[in-house]
């Protein structure tokens, strides 16, 4: 059976949108980033990557269960999940195993797997996942460099991302076609 794996963050909803809200808590500032510079917002509070590492781990409960679905996302999860072997692949630390269970529970949202890893490519190789759907420009590149089809969630930061390989999807309504074009079946 056709073999699909879906990203969590920023591709299956808005954890810029829940993390800014939660760090602006935490800081007192009260940030609304630009689309332009959403990929690296916590450079606004002033942090680098590590600083923004500390802040996340401390308020990752808060940040993974106060967010949510991006529209028709769980009506487009439901439908897949009904067709295709459907894997959840976070690179979320294990750390927030059980709020993602929860909310993923809170939301209705239906898997047959999931998986805490950031070597995603590897476990594309090794699972069989014919698909991944990720908003991430790294996987992306590693990807389609490697002839791997990867469907990218569209970002304001990785719109410069353009692969033969890539599939591009503006909403979550329109996942269903390009998975129809990706392996050539109807659906
Ligand atoms: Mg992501």
New binding site residues.
């Given amino acids: 059976m056709y073999h699909i794996a879906i ?5 299956l909803l808005d ?1 810029s949108k829940a993390c800014i809200t939660q760090f602006n808590k935490l800081t007192g500032i009260d940030l609304f980033p630009t689309d332009e510079n959403y990929y690296r917002y916590y450079e606004f509070y002033g942090w680098n990557e590590e600083m923004y590492e500390v802040a996340y781990k401390q308020m990752g409960n808060e940040i993974h269960w106060e967010s949510d679905p991006y529209p028709y996302a769980v009506e487009v999860v439901k439908h897949l999940f009904q067709r295709y072997q459907l894997t959840i692949l976070t690179a979320r630390p294990d750390l927030f195993y059980d709020v993602t269970l929860k909310w993923l529970q809170l939301h209705d949202i239906p898997f047959h797997d999931i998986m805490f890893e950031r070597e995603k490519f590897r476990i594309c190789e090794s699972h069989n996942i014919d698909l991944l759907i ?3 420009p790294h996987y992306a590149e590693e990807f389609s460099s490697k002839g791997r089809k990867f469907m990218i969630m569209d970002q304001p930061y990785n719109r410069n991302i353009n692969h033969d390989l890539i599939h591009r999807v503006n909403e979550w309504k329109d996942v269903i076609g390009i998975i129809a074009e990706c392996h050539g079946t109807r659906v």
């Fill in positions: 990203d969590l963050d920023n591709t954890t990720d908003d991430a």
